[in-house]
């Protein structure tokens, strides 16, 4: 969910950054879309190894081995700072910040970076699971966001999941063509595996 719903929302997305591996989901997740180009950036070697060695021998498949990818071992922060590519849609993995404030990811610094790495009218998601965080961290994040970005969405995609949404153009994230995009083939299949109709993507609660 966290990689389909900017991919939808930016309206011909071609150029994708992810920030940190993880399981690669995200990754297969961007492939399985149109774009021409993902860069993955992540700086634990060993995370890596496990996906060659483990994740990708269980499943069969390895989306580092796609054409489209380029894997870089670094340190996401340094990469954003030396990095001179710019992208259409940027997507950040941070899951389980335990103090948001204590967090790089979460702020204004790090958001000032990702800014400049977005292409015009481009777009970053930012995943963010709680338990009993209350109010004003989430808050906080919202107003750390809308401090670098014209336009900022929070989608509650699950219960106790968030997607902070965030773009550099002064136009509404959610345009007239939105209905149509979700009705894409691509994206029917990506929320079929998930048990979900295309619809589900028009209904999720947000707060802009």
Same mark, same amino acid.
């Given at each position: 969910m966290p990689a389909v719903v900017p991919l939808v929302v930016h309206p011909r997305p071609? *150029?994708?950054?992810?920030v940190g591996l993880g399981s690669t989901a995200t990754l297969s997740t961007c492939l399985a879309c149109?774009?021409?180009q993902v860069t993955c950036i992540e700086g634990d070697a060993d995370l890596i190894r496990i996906n060659d060695e483990v994740i990708s021998t269980a499943s069969g498949t390895n989306p580092l081995d796609d054409d489209r990818v380029e894997l870089r071992t670094i340190d996401p922060t340094l990469a954003l700072l030396t990095d001179g590519d710019r992208y259409d849609v940027v997507l950040i993995r941070d899951s389980h910040p335990f103090l948001l404030s204590q967090t790089s990811r979460f702020t204004r610094e790090?958001?000032?970076r990702v *800014?400049?790495?977005l292409n015009a009218?481009?777009?970053?998601?930012q995943r963010l699971q709680y338990t009993d965080f209350g109010r004003e961290p989430i808050e906080n994040a919202l107003s750390t966001l809308r401090s670098v970005f014209p336009q900022v969405a929070c989608l509650e995609s699950a219960p106790g999941e968030m997607?902070?949404?965030?773009?550099n153009t002064e136009e509404s994230l959610f345009d007239e063509s939105l209905l149509q995009r979700c009705e894409a083939a691509h994206v029917r299949r990506l929320l079929a595996q998930l048990g979900w109709d295309?619809?589900?993507?028009?209904?999720?609660?947000a707060i802009s």
């Open positions: 071609e *150029s994708v950054l992810v149109p774009v021409r790090f958001y000032e *800014s400049g790495r009218g481009g777009v970053v998601c997607l902070l949404l965030a773009s295309w619809s589900v993507l028009l209904n999720l609660a």
